[in-house]
């Protein structure tokens, strides 16, 4: 148990970077501990291939040498979203660190994504002044087609920081710093204190220094800080100067006890910083101040409560100035000496001596030093000391130059080091680091481990794949569970998937090198968060020990069975757990195989099965049981309890137990081709699959049978079963079973799921009659007809859950199976040598290659799991870069930048057909930097957003002389949509219906509006919905009238049935759009039209609608700014603002998210939009739904607030009389209609309009 104090500080959890001569901070280390002065000397011919004037070059104060990155051209435009010109007017500083924090985010093994607390960004870039002012801003032709903003926003410094935490979703505080040389160890100061502060609970910080073309030289100036031979000598009598470098470094970090508690790896602690200015008690402004420097070190040290003494090592700032060096160690000493008069006990370095200065990334340079000496134990040696600057006594001091790599010895206390930064202009930094507190190990874990990988493309997966075998062959000491659990919590999940399931890291390794098919297996699922229906398997799967190996390792399925067997204990007068899982001596398979203890102990195991699986995270969409297998459903869709299951179960057994002997045959005949052979003693008992039957009578009966088949040449396979189930041999128990069924109290099912008894889903009278019950023992267990239901959605995964693989063969095998429907089972089958975890691991992985999400979190509950650095993500670069015009006359024209080869879309390239297409084409390649935009390219799919909508439409107005509005690609987001649109003779203003998608001639999509009365928040559900049906938006019409639902609904029926004059009829709304599709639906069956699908998107229930939606205006604002934008604004702070105050911030907020209206609204379009607002919402509020005689496909947000009830879906269970299907999207109430969450919605929703 660590001590309060011991738990004071700041973890680095995280790190990368880009440096002189290394691409990744293990290289960089590796290049310090060898001693690796990575400053790059060009040749003449190299700077005057480069551009640079030969009389320049051979200028001799030209100092052919610069700290150089490798590739600073190349960026993975495609991975963060970037569409190539974009990424190719964006500074590269702003590139690289945008790598850098993903990878920073990696290292520490956080997924922004899932991440639950909030995200810092604190960094500052070096001057714009360089691919700007060099290649962007003398091209006139592209700052015509782009403007001054557009390029400012990709280059300017004040954007680093909201640009990570945009492109990577983070919410925390976002800083941008800039204290020039110390600008990246301010910011990691200013981390540090928001972590305290609780402002963010990680934080990344750190900077970018980048400036081009790299290939270049410098002047020297005697006295000035830059070296005149391209060395730096930080404290050596020699020294001159430094050399410049351009460099990228971050860091991650979190509150030391947190790091702890949640198991990170921690490479360093940061015990104390401070930050200070010189004032002007200097020379000048440009000077360095003893005084100054020295007050910011002992703050540091004061605050983080350590004595000087304790300190090994000092990265100082080290210049290498014959005047900067000698005030530096002047500083270092005075602070040093109000406490200690000790000498020569702390070795100095600095970092320059090998990179150069990394001007604003220096300083975070240093941090990332000094962490990973901590790390290794290692103090790698300063260069080019040969003997000291004389102005500097070290004999006088407490320190000495550490000249040679070496071991960092264990001392009475921590190691600690300290890491100076200091500005020109005199911003002083000093942080206090120590080494990580001694990691515990972590927890015992299963017996098999699961590992994921997963990327953008199949080859950047194949790349990871080989990064991770290489990492497991050559680290030591390595927990495959830690590792495997790191890839789970640690990573974002993208489309190309690969799993393999190994006992030991050196399997792993083997595995992935090799490709191993029996333990690899890799996928690119086309939906995310597909529907997963469980299978429950029937009497005949069961087997002595199945399942044994979970219940020795998962607590959770542990802890069901115990659950069930002590709840059966008084029906079945023994202990279950004895007969499932006996001892090695002991078999009681006679006794299994007895039904009045097979049908608990089938339930028992796929009942703790399931609760395993829903733990993890997947859940059903829906259910089938085979015979006893149902009663698992039931009770899972909330039916009867578990105690009145188990009861049940237990009964129904005991009672078929009771009855004579019987036999069941299996034959290879349909129901029409058996029928004929039954007579007046045998049953249908089983349809399988539609060929095959399995008959049940008298043994007598059924022997006869069979000779009757050889007979005619027709094979037929005796069960093995005690009874003749599902006959009329079970009659007797009839009436005795009903009246046990009576005893229960039975509900309307929550979840749907299939009957044996009719083929087609339970319906709630079904369910809640006990006459049922015992017609479902009794008539013929109509699997086949089952599947028939379940193949009609063949997105939908199939996961057996149950002992073997007998209902999943079924599934296989039946004829209207699509080929990319996926089956899986959970549990091995009795021959298969497999280990059950391996089994269920490798299922688990299967799943999560088909697209499920998985709950990790709950997947280790019972776990103590350490994070661990692993081999980050391998971006796939490419070059994306404008050349300086060169020496081309002023009057030259300017050539366009070239553009990159069109991204794979769903459709393929159509040339354009007409003048106007051409046009629109062309403007949109200039935009976009896209070669070949074909007429059917959605704008949105190639990477556009509002604020290059409202860009690109007015281009095309100046191009086409007529007015093109950034509204009109919401409706009209291709090349020949767009043009269609405004070659219409239709009146100027916006109609009740807006083809959001114009498609092929399948019966559209209507999708009605939310409560605002506008159709733009389904503009991203229409983009990756992917489809070739028409999609509609019905909006409000501007002097609308109607007050009603059902007036409303009328209305928009009139305009549906305009395009759509017949059904069937497909209807959905997100919010209030959902209630109007709802009373929409209810007129079109009550005039005898089909409606093919009826979906509503996060739709309150009657008396759901918060209350502040019909009050005030300011009211409105506050729902809508909390809900939509997760801002923490008052109602208080709001109405402090005049009317049209409140209305123009939340017009700059909306704006600014993208969300809610379109880009060119203005205070006019809000106003209408907050009375459209009060209007729905008073009519939402006054209906009352009637029962509809369909079916409803319900999508909830996950996320839920005070403002929205908790349970939304409800009211519409109760009306939807047959049954209402629930997915959960990810997001709030409207966050979920925007990415990366509408891309889930989209997928579940495509499957249903297939």
């Not at 502060?197 to 970018?208: K, T």
């Not at 299939?754 to 479902?776: E, R």
């Not at 995964?797 to 063969?809: D, N, Q």
Request: with cysteine; net charge negative.
């Amino acid at each position: 148990m660590m001590n309060s104090e011991a738990l004071e500080g700041i973890a680095i959890v995280g790190m990368a970077g880009r440096f002189p001569g290394a691409q990744t901070v293990d290289e960089f280390w590796q290049n310090l501990c060898n001693g690796v002065e990575s400053i790059t000397f060009f040749s003449e011919e190299e700077l005057i291939a480069a551009g640079i004037e030969p009389e320049v070059v051979r200028d001799p104060r030209y100092v052919k040498a610069r700290g150089v990155l490798q590739d600073v051209a190349g960026f993975d435009a495609a991975f963060f979203g970037f569409h190539p010109k974009e990424a190719e007017i964006t500074d590269p500083q702003h590139r690289l660190f945008l790598e850098c924090a993903w990878e920073a985010l990696e290292t520490a093994g956080y997924d922004p994504e899932t991440y639950r607390g909030l995200i810092g960004v604190y960094a500052g870039a070096g001057s714009f002044r360089t691919y700007f002012l060099e290649n962007l801003y003398p091209n006139r032709e592209l700052r015509a087609s782009f403007g001054d903003y557009p390029l400012a926003i990709a280059n300017e410094k004040d954007f680093l920081a909201t640009r990570v935490s945009y492109k990577l979703n983070l919410q925390g505080p976002s800083v941008s710093v800039q204290t020039a040389c110390s600008t990246s160890l301010v910011a990691i100061c200013t981390a540090c204190q928001s972590l305290l502060n609780y402002q963010c609970d990680l934080a990344l910080a750190g900077g970018a220094a980048i400036g081009v073309p790299q290939i270049a030289g410098y002047f020297y100036q005697e006295g000035m800080i830059l070296s005149p031979d391209g060395h730096c000598r930080a404290f050596d009598a020699q020294a001159q100067g430094t050399v410049s470098g351009n460099g990228v470094g971050i860091v991650a970090l979190k509150r030391l006890e947190e790091a702890i508690a949640e198991g990170d790896y921690i490479y360093a602690v940061i015990k104390g910083y401070a930050i200070n200015n010189d004032g002007s008690l200097k020379v000048g402004y440009t000077a360095p101040s003893i005084d100054g420097q020295a007050q910011a070190i002992a703050s540091a040290l004061a605050i983080a409560d350590v004595h000087p003494e304790t300190l090994s090592y000092v990265e100082a700032h080290g210049t290498g100035t014959p005047l900067g060096d000698p005030i530096e160690i002047a500083a270092l000493t005075q602070a040093f000496q109000l406490d200690t008069q000790k000498t020569g006990f702390c070795a100095i370095g600095s970092a320059k001596t090998n990179l150069g200065h990394l001007d604003t990334a220096a300083g975070v340079t240093g941090v990332i030093k000094v962490a990973q000496m901590l790390r290794h134990q290692q103090i790698p040696p300063s260069l080019h000391f040969t003997q000291p600057n004389p102005k500097i006594d070290f004999a006088q001091s407490p320190f000495y130059v550490n000249t040679q790599l070496k071991t960092w010895p264990a001392q009475e206390t921590a190691r600690r080091a300290g890491v100076s930064s200091f500005g020109i202009g005199g911003t002083n930094a000093h942080v206090v680091l120590e080494e990580a507190p001694p990691r515990a190990p972590s927890g015992p874990s299963r017996p098999a481990q699961l590992l994921v990988l997963s990327a953008k493309t199949a080859t950047a997966l194949d790349c990871a794949t080989e990064n991770l075998a290489a990492h497991l062959q050559q680290r030591d000491n390595r927990d495959l569970a830690d590792i495997a659990y790191t890839l789970k919590v640690g990573r974002q999940a993208f489309k190309h998937r690969r799993i393999a399931v190994c006992e030991d890291v050196e399997a792993g390794a083997i595995a992935l090198s090799t490709g191993d098919p029996k333990q690899v297996f890799s996928g690119c699922p086309s939906l995310k968060d597909r529907p997963v229906i469980f299978l429950f398997s029937g009497q005949g799967s069961q087997y002595l020990n199945m399942g044994k190996e979970l219940y020795q390792t998962e607590p959770l399925f542990r802890q069901q069975i115990d659950r069930c067997s002590q709840l059966l204990q008084p029906h079945l007068n023994l202990d279950l757990r004895q007969i499932l899982y006996p001892d090695a001596s002991t078999d009681t398979t006679p006794q299994l195989q007895q039904t009045a203890i097979t049908q608990p102990a089938l339930f028992a195991v796929e009942y703790a099965l399931a609760q395993l699986w829903m733990a993890w995270g997947i859940r059903p969409q829906a259910m089938v049981g085979h015979s006893i297998g149902e009663y698992v459903a039931a009770c899972l869709a909330g039916v009867f309890s578990l105690e009145e299951a188990l009861f049940l179960v237990a009964m129904r057994g005991q009672l078929m137990q009771q009855m004579p002997p019987g036999a069941m045959l299996a034959v290879p005949l349909s129901e029409a081709q058996i029928q004929p052979f039954l007579g007046e003693q045998l049953d249908l008992a089983v349809l399988n699959n539609p060929s095959t039957s399995v008959v049940s009578g008298p043994q007598a009966a059924i022997e006869d049978l069979q000779k009757q088949l050889a007979a005619k040449e027709i094979e037929s396979r005796c069960l093995h079963t005690s009874h003749a189930f599902h006959s009329r041999m079970m009659e007797p128990i009839l009436e005795p079973f009903t009246a046990q069924v009576q005893k229960v109290k039975l509900h309307p099912p929550q979840i749907p799921y299939l009957s044996n008894v009719t083929g087609t889903w339970i319906t709630p009278a079904a369910a809640t009659d006990p006459q049922y019950y015992a017609q479902h023992l009794r008539q013929t267990v109509r699997f086949a007809e089952n599947l028939q239901q379940l193949c009609k959605n063949s997105d939908a995964i199939l996961l057996e859950v149950g002992p073997g693989r007998t209902l999943a063969s079924l599934a296989k095998q039946h004829p209207q199976k699509a080929p990319q429907q996926e089956v899986f089972s959970s549990l091995r089958h009795p021959k298969e040598q497999q280990s059950d975890v391996a089994f269920l691991l490798t299922t688990l992985g299967k799943l999560w290659i088909a697209g499920i999400t998985i709950d990790w979190a709950e997947f280790y509950r019972d776990e103590q799991r350490d994070r661990l650095p692993l081999p980050t993500y391998p971006f796939e670069r490419q070059r994306y870069w404008i050349d300086p015009p060169g020496s081309l006359p002023e009057v030259a024209p300017i050539q366009t930048p070239p553009t990159h080869a069109r991204p794979q879309l769903a459709n393929s390239y159509t040339a354009p057909r007409t003048e106007i297409e051409q046009i629109m084409a062309q403007v949109w390649q200039r935009f976009l930097g896209i070669e070949q935009i074909g007429i059917d390219d959605d704008f949105f799919d190639l990477g556009g957003d509002s604020l290059l909508a409202v860009q690109l439409t007015a281009q095309l107005s100046e191009k086409l002389g007529t007015e093109v509005s950034a509204h009109s690609l919401l409706q009209a987001s291709t090349v020949a949509s767009l043009a269609e649109l405004l070659t219409e003779s239709t009146p100027v203003r916006d109609p009740v219906l807006v083809a959001i998608r114009r498609g092929n001639v399948e019966p559209p999509l209507f999708l009605i509006h939310p409560v605002g009365g506008h159709v733009y928040i389904y503009r991203d559900l229409a983009r990756y919905l992917d489809s070739n049906r028409p999609i509609y938006g019905i909006q409000a019409e501007e002097k609308e009238s109607l007050v009603t639902v059902e007036a409303i609904a009328t209305r928009y029926l009139e305009a549906a049935r305009d395009r759509q004059p017949q059904g069937p009829y497909y209807l959905g709304g997100s919010s209030f759009g959902g209630t109007i599709a709802f009373e929409m639906a209810q007129q079109l069956t009550q005039q005898g039209e089909k409606v093919a699908l009826l979906t509503l998107i996060d739709t309150p229930g009657p008396g759901q609608m918060p209350v502040l939606a019909t009050e005030d205006d300011t009211a409105i604002l506050v729902y809508l700014l909390g809900v939509g934008f997760n801002l923490p604004l008052s109602l208080d702070r709001l109405q402090q603002l005049t009317a049209d105050d409140q209305l123009q911030y939340f017009l700059d907020q909306a704006k600014v998210a993208d969300k809610i209206i379109p880009p060119d609204f203005g205070l006019p379009e809000v106003r209408q939009f907050i009375h459209w607002f009060k209007v729905h919402a008073r009519a939402m509020q006054n209906y009352q739904p009637q029962p509809y005689p369909g079916r409803l496909l319900f999508f909830k947000a996950s996320d839920r607030n005070q403002i929205n009830p908790p349970y939304p879906e409800k009211p519409w269970i109760e009306v939807a009389q047959d049954g209402l299907e629930l997915h959960e999207i990810p997001g709030n109430h409207i966050t979920m209609n925007y990415p990366p969450h509408v891309q889930i919605l989209a997928e579940k929703l495509r499957s249903y309009l297939a």
